[in-house]
């Protein structure tokens, strides 16, 4: 009987020499098939950790309809800080780092309130699900609840009206309330209030912890709107800092194939659900590392082109982007970078 080889005729991207290993600089294109297409009249809303802003930027440029529930108001200060929120995110929910924070987003926008809600620092009171958003804090109280309760209403005007939702994850670590577990984008003492043993615990998500919330997100998500359709990415950029007793890059190793994972799952399960390898992109051994500044967290602009270029020529019907481009890359890295200063990150002040 003739010997039958599984693996003999198999498409070109299936083997690493002519799917990875002899592709050009600036061509590889880890997208083979999508399940759906945004048109331009579509309405995008983004969330989720840093790295979604970048995202939500691109769609700006291109022309796309990126929707944004919660703009800055007329008598809003227009600084910088103050125009990155309002302009790169779909609501001014800022990082949604891990998924049963996002979850927990759409519970707060239908009227959850968890208990420990309101921190406070030299008299100013701050947001505790975005405290980093409002810079300086609130006056009042009052004024913190009225905010909030606005932008409640946008988050829930975000997940109503988008015809594409599209959920960057970006990590496993976070600390949540001992009372009834809610989870915040940043450990209290940080920005505001402090750590308090008795009402604060430090959690790590297992597999199952976020496969079980990402379905439960998407599903909600679909329920409060039926015709939405949710695309998945996973956040190239590592952990500024960990807080499980192990070499920080052991733990971004362990989060992001987490939510790697997650996410591969969730999106074969559900076919409203895609996944979209923004992570593969920057972190294959091809690109040798480059799309990395010094600080080998950041990543380049270069970079974050071709990631959205491999976007739009599979997601953005009419973009022009259909061949693949060959471009540079710098054989030097820049000098260090001091801190992205277009891209609104809580996980910056971890280690300041």
Not at 52 to 77: C, F, M, W
Not at 256 to 282: C, M, N, T, W
Request: some cysteine; overall charge negative.
């Amino acid at each position: 009987m003739m010997a039958v080889n599984p693996y003999r005729g198999l498409p070109s991207y299936q083997y690493w020499r002519s799917g990875v290993a002899d592709v050009g600089l600036g061509q590889f294109d880890p997208v083979e098939a999508v399940k759906f297409q945004i048109s331009p009249t579509d309405k995008i809303s983004t969330l989720g950790s840093c790295f979604a802003q970048h995202l939500a930027r691109h769609i700006h440029k291109s022309g796309y309809n990126y929707l944004v529930t919660e703009p800055l108001g007329a008598d809003e200060e227009k600084t910088d800080a103050a125009s990155i929120m309002a302009s790169q995110f779909s609501a001014r929910y800022g990082n949604v780092y891990t998924v049963r924070q996002a979850l927990q987003l759409l519970d707060r926008a239908n009227g959850w309130e968890p208990s420990d809600a309101i921190w406070e620092r030299e008299g100013r009171f701050y947001d505790a699900f975005r405290p980093n958003v409002f810079a300086g804090g609130f006056e009042t109280k009052d004024d913190l609840v009225a905010a909030r309760n606005a932008h409640l209403k946008a988050v829930k005007r975000v997940f109503t009206e988008s015809n594409v939702v599209v959920f960057t994850l970006g990590l496993t670590e976070a600390w949540v309330s001992a009372i009834d577990g809610a989870v915040y984008p940043i450990a209290p003492g940080v920005v505001a209030s402090s750590m308090d043993e008795s009402k604060h615990n430090f959690k790590n998500f297992r597999y199952q912890e976020v496969l079980s919330d990402l379905f439960a997100w998407c599903l909600r998500v679909r329920e409060m709107n039926p015709k939405v359709q949710i695309l998945l990415t996973v956040s190239p950029v590592p952990l500024n800092a960990t807080y499980v007793s192990q070499n920080v890059w052991t733990s971004t190793t362990y989060s992001k194939s987490v939510l790697r994972a997650a996410a591969g799952d969730v999106s074969q399960e559900l076919p409203f659900v895609d996944y979209f390898p923004s992570y593969e992109i920057v972190t294959c051994p091809q690109v040798q590392g480059r799309y990395f500044e010094d600080d080998l967290r950041e990543v380049k602009e270069i970079g974050v082109r071709h990631v959205m270029r491999v976007f739009s020529r599979h997601y953005l019907t009419g973009s022009g982007t259909t061949e693949k481009v060959t471009h540079n890359l710098p054989r030097t890295t820049p000098s260090r970078a001091s801190g992205i200063s277009d891209v609104f990150c809580d996980e910056d002040l971890l280690d300041q």
